[in-house]
């Protein structure tokens, strides 16, 4: 396993002198002074190779890419394939040459940092050496596990909660848009526009703030499914087709180049709002003028576009491009079907004749989150995944939502700044409380070290 490093040592010194006598006195051999390691690499996890770094200011060895969340069953006896120095190492608490023929048990270097286990490595001149330290990385939760919160639990899980949130259901109509730092949500109830405010800049403390709002017409004639942010504005529709807009979340302000003919907000990219305009009883798409001063027409909406609880995701592709996937009501008989734009004036219909199709849900939210899509409606039953978003399968692990939400509707979904997702769910008269759930993916949280 280990060979004593004094017999070691006395070996060296033996070979050296035997090989001195043989050569000719007049020469001068220099035995290397180089006490750093080369390379190294353990044996793989699951199949898979897991690159090490050598940081030769600081003799620390670490992985980059942390080991699977279940490798300390591996690492406990594993080998080290590779430790390739120029003179010898030694470890332990005795200084006992190292053996890497044989397994190892690694467990005292993962995730100890600069506290991780330390080797010394000897130079072939047996006096130069350097301590190096050994950080094994490894997860300590499953990287693709979608976690959540019940942040409206009264002691909240992990010291976590949201406070002050409104205990009276809002079970009417509600919509949550992010702004800057803050999640803005507004409901409607009784005929009256209720606005709150939640910060978001800190990860484990919320405070819910109720806002006054003004500048926005009668509730009756808001179209709150159509809150839209826009360049860190909120905007929002009526009835009467015209258009509001707020920095603030509370003081609204009717965007008069904007208002006249809009049915509903559609999208908001970096630098273009889109729409559904109605001119002489056709309705068609239409985006902004570069200054937002006025609506340019695009082409003519089709017929099965829905145009109620519109829910779009933006988001920029593998190739760059900036795009959006929307869906909203109606869904059709049998499934929901996904539109898509790449500048809002023309929406291409995403409906596939295969049979991996989303089926159809009542008020249906699509996300775009870690490279992939994602639907799911009222009942929070199942919820779908699609690269493309064309073929849609339902996720059967990791990615899913809170068993708590099931049965429940009237609800709305943002993702933060910092890749969380919130669902808002509102009660009702029946005893059905508002909810407040957060989630994120493991490893979308992990911080790089």
Partial sequence: MRIKFLSIITGILFVSIAISSCLDSDE????????????????????VKYPFTIDQLNKYIYNVDSLPVDADT????????????????????????????????????????????????????????????????????DPDSLVWTNMTEPDGEHGIRLTDFPTEPFADNQKSATLGNDLMLYTIREGAVNAYRISTSNNSFYQCESLTVSGLPAADELKIKSLTNFQEKLYLADSNGNVYATEDGA?????????????????????????????????????????????????EVPVDFPTENLCTAVYTSATGIEQAVATGMPTGETETIPWLTLTGS???????????????????????????????????????????????????????????????????????KNHFIWIISGGDDTGTTNQVWRGRLNKLGFENR
């Avoid at 023309?346 to 899509?373: K, M, V």
């Avoid at 692990?397 to 009237?410: C, D, V, Y």
């Fill in 251 to 299: 003081f609204w302000s009717k965007a008069e180049a904007l208002s006249g003919n809009v049915l509903t907000l559609t999208a908001a990219f970096s630098n273009t709002l889109s729409a559904i305009c109605e001119e002489e009883g056709i309705r068609y798409f239409c985006t902004t003028t570069s200054d937002a001063t006025a609506w340019e027409r695009g082409n």
């Fill in 74 to 141: 591996i690492i406990d006896k594993i080998l080290i394939d590779t430790f390739f120095v120029s003179g010898y190492i030694t470890a332990g608490i005795n200084d006992t040459i190292l053996n890497t023929s044989d397994s190892l048990n690694l467990l005292p270097a993962m995730n100890k940092g600069k506290e991780g286990m330390k080797f010394t490595v000897y130079a072939a001149d047996l006096v130069s050496k350097n301590e190096y330290t050994l950080d094994i990385r490894v997860h300590l939760q």
């Fill in 28 to 47: 001068t051999y220099e035995i290397s002074a180089n006490a750093t390691v080369q390379a190294f690499s353990i044996d793989t996890i699951h199949g």
């Fill in 346 to 416: 023309d929406w291409a219909s995403l409906a596939t004749t295969s049979a991996a199709y989303c089926p159809a849900l009542t008020n249906p939210s699509i996300i775009h989150y870690n490279g992939e899509f994602y639907l799911f409606g009222d009942g929070f039953n199942a919820i779908y995944s699609s690269l493309t978003g064309i073929a849609w399968y339902e996720v059967e692990e990791k990615f899913m939502l809170p068993e708590a939400l099931q049965g429940r509707s009237n609800y709305s979904v943002s993702i933060d």
